[in-house]
């Protein structure tokens, strides 16, 4: 099977609608994250076929959970997961993705313009700085840091009603259990824990759905070395 039809029938099964435009913006992605990935650490998977599968459809696994919403921020996008194929995917919403290297975001950059994306901006910054109080409908982010440091960088950025889905591995479940406290400190309700298979892969995975219940308290987010030095409700 080729790149293109394991991609296509893998988004099929996930039910999101497909455009040759579609494909091919993820087909060019794929080789520019991997010859750029030839000078610059961005992943370590080098086969164009696991990139489509232990990439793109892992991250297309959770677009029908923000495909409705306004505007999303993906936390520590790193080399774009998962917000530039939910980006792709999901072209009435408006997509901010930030990371605190700027190779990265230079990459993005050039990514976005020569897929000629509308929707999406990559922004070089550190999540604790950014002044976007409560303004995202939604947030997202992919193996970035424990469950109870991203929440205290990620809920503060949420608006009331809105929701953080963090992408987590299968056995994830005593994280979620030490970040209750600090999601609640932070205005998130109770964590929910969602396991997926990857279509087309036996890979899986869990989604942690985190729904923003009340304003998160002004003193938060502190500045980063106070998270990870001492992440609310203790490690």
């Given at each position: 099977?080729?790149?293109?039809?394991?991609?296509?029938?893998?988004?099929?099964?996930?039910?999101?609608?497909?455009?040759?435009?579609?494909?091919?913006?993820?087909l060019?992605?794929?080789?520019?994250?991997?010859?750029k990935?030839?000078?610059?650490?961005?992943?370590?998977?080098t086969?164009?076929?696991?990139?489509?599968?232990?990439?793109?459809?892992?991250?297309?696994?959770?677009?029908?959970?923000?495909?409705?919403?306004?505007?999303?921020?993906?936390?520590?996008?790193?080399?774009?997961?998962?917000?530039?194929?939910l980006?792709?995917?999901?072209?009435?919403?408006?997509?901010?993705?930030?990371?605190?290297?700027?190779?990265?975001?230079?990459?993005?950059?050039?990514?976005?313009?020569?897929?000629?994306?509308?929707?999406v901006?990559?922004?070089?910054?550190?999540?604790?700085?950014?002044?976007?109080?409560?303004?995202?409908?939604?947030?997202?982010?992919?193996?970035?840091?424990?469950?109870?440091?991203?929440?205290?960088?990620?809920?503060?950025?949420?608006?009331?009603?809105?929701?953080?889905?963090?992408?987590?591995?299968?056995?994830?479940?005593?994280?979620?259990?030490?970040?209750?406290?600090?999601?609640?400190?932070?205005?998130?309700?109770?964590?929910?824990?969602?396991?997926?298979?990857?279509?087309?892969?036996?890979?899986?995975?869990?989604?942690?759905?985190?729904?923003?219940?009340?304003?998160?308290?002004?003193?938060?987010?502190?500045?980063?070395?106070?998270?990870?030095?001492?992440?609310?409700?203790?490690?």
């Amino acid at each position: 099977m080729t790149e293109r039809e394991l991609l296509i029938k893998g988004l099929e099964q996930i039910g999101l609608n497909i455009y040759p435009q579609t494909v091919d913006n993820f087909l060019k992605f794929s080789d520019m994250l991997l010859e750029k990935n030839k000078v610059v650490n961005l992943t370590a998977i080098t086969e164009p076929i696991e990139v489509i599968s232990r990439h793109f459809l892992d991250c297309a696994m959770i677009a029908p959970d923000i495909i409705s919403e306004e505007k999303v921020i993906d936390i520590g996008t790193g080399a774009g997961f998962p917000g530039l194929p939910l980006a792709i995917l999901c072209t009435d919403t408006e997509f901010v993705l930030i990371d605190a290297l700027r190779k990265r975001i230079d990459f993005l950059n050039q990514v976005i313009a020569q897929l000629g994306l509308k929707n999406v901006t990559a922004i070089h910054a550190r999540a604790e700085e950014l002044k976007s109080r409560q303004s995202f409908s939604a947030a997202v982010s992919r193996a970035v840091a424990d469950l109870s440091v991203l929440s205290e960088l990620t809920l503060p950025l949420v608006k009331v009603d809105g929701k953080f889905i963090a992408m987590k591995a299968q056995d994830c479940q005593n994280e979620v259990e030490r970040a209750t406290k600090a999601i609640q400190i932070l205005g998130g309700g109770k964590p929910i824990i969602k396991t997926y298979t990857v279509v087309e892969t036996d890979i899986v995975r869990a989604k942690v759905e985190i729904k923003k219940i009340k304003d998160t308290p002004l003193k938060y987010p502190r500045r980063f070395s106070k998270i990870s030095a001492a992440p609310l409700g203790g490690k």
